[in-house]
């Protein structure tokens, strides 16, 4: 089943900013990177803005792109680093020009209620290998050839067959995940972690990939597996957030689950699915940068 993921091809970007004044971010930052991208786009890229952030398939589509605030302080001082990395996905990846270019115009318009101009410094796409290729060049220029697509099949690929009896996940963005007519509280069984990621990859595939989600036998044969994976350990703890809806000026609450959980069993066949989360992460409000972990496996 892993060779139909060659129907969604993906690019992650990172962006790497200078502060040119000193700049106060309000606790998580994947919120004003979001609505900070949002205007950048809308000024300077408005077809990368209506491809990103206006989905023809309604509201409750998923975007074709993922976003992840960089770690670090939210005081920071002149001179400090700051960015962000986005994963784009099907159509978007032709208009990773403009979004470039609107990244940089965003810099310039300024970020936080204050508005603080950053410089662009750093701009690179990441490769399946994890290996990241510089595509702004020291004179400032883009270097469009740095510029790589990697397929779903070829993330899946570098964890096939690998042995696995342990499996951690980091989630260092919180994780807002649905379990029956609420939100999952408490660390999830493997089976329904895998059961979002799961549909999530399915949805983008039919509506930004090849147009059919993954087959129904193939899905269930995964999640009748991950039943016998257990729990083991985990650190999980539910982590209040509020964030201020820039549309209604309403207070909203955004918890989610943040910390680590480790997962034993017979992962191996498991594991190449697992890995298409660390850059498209699961749950909701990916767009935000929630629901992003890292994944790490033993063999014993």
């Known amino acids: ?41 809308s000024e300077a890229a408005p077809e990368a803005f209506d491809c990103l952030y206006r989905a023809a398939a309604g509201d409750d589509a998923p975007r074709p792109f993922a976003l992840l605030p960089h770690a670090g302080p939210t005081e920071l001082a002149p001179g400090d680093w700051l960015g962000m990395s986005l994963t784009l996905a099907g159509p978007a990846l032709a208009l990773s020009r403009e979004v470039m270019f609107a990244v940089e115009h965003l810099g310039a318009r300024g970020l936080g209620n204050q508005h603080v101009p950053l410089t662009l410094s750093g701009v690179a796409c990441e490769r399946a290998d994890g290996e990241a290729v510089a595509v702004l060049g020291p004179a400032g220029t883009m270097q469009a050839q740095g510029l790589v697509s990697v397929g779903l ?17 980091r989630f260092d963005t919180r994780l807002r995940m649905k379990a029956g007519n609420g939100l999952m509280d408490t660390a999830p069984p493997l089976r329904l972690l895998l059961q979002r990621l799961l549909e999530r990859v399915s949805a983008l595939m039919m509506l930004y990939g090849a147009g059919a989600p993954l087959p129904g036998d ?66 909701a409000k990916t767009t935000f940068g929630l629901g992003h972990y890292s994944l790490l496996a033993a063999p014993r």
């Open 1 to 41: 089943m892993l060779e139909l993921l060659n129907g969604l091809p993906l690019m992650r970007l990172h962006f790497a900013f200078r502060a040119s004044a000193p700049l106060s971010l309000l606790g998580y930052t994947g919120s004003t990177w979001h609505g900070a991208l949002g205007h950048a786009l």
């Open 218 to 283: 193939g899905v269930r044969a995964l999640l009748r597996h991950a039943e016998s994976v257990e729990i083991e350990t985990h650190d999980l703890l539910w982590e209040e957030w509020e964030r201020s809806s820039g549309r209604s000026g309403q207070r909203m609450p955004w918890g989610g689950l943040v910390g680590e959980i480790r997962y034993r069993g017979d992962l191996t066949p498991l594991l190449p699915w697992l890995a298409l989360g660390e850059w498209l992460h699961v749950g």
């Open 153 to 169: 099949a070829e993330l899946a690929a570098i964890w096939a067959g690998l042995p696995a009896r342990r499996v951690a996940l």
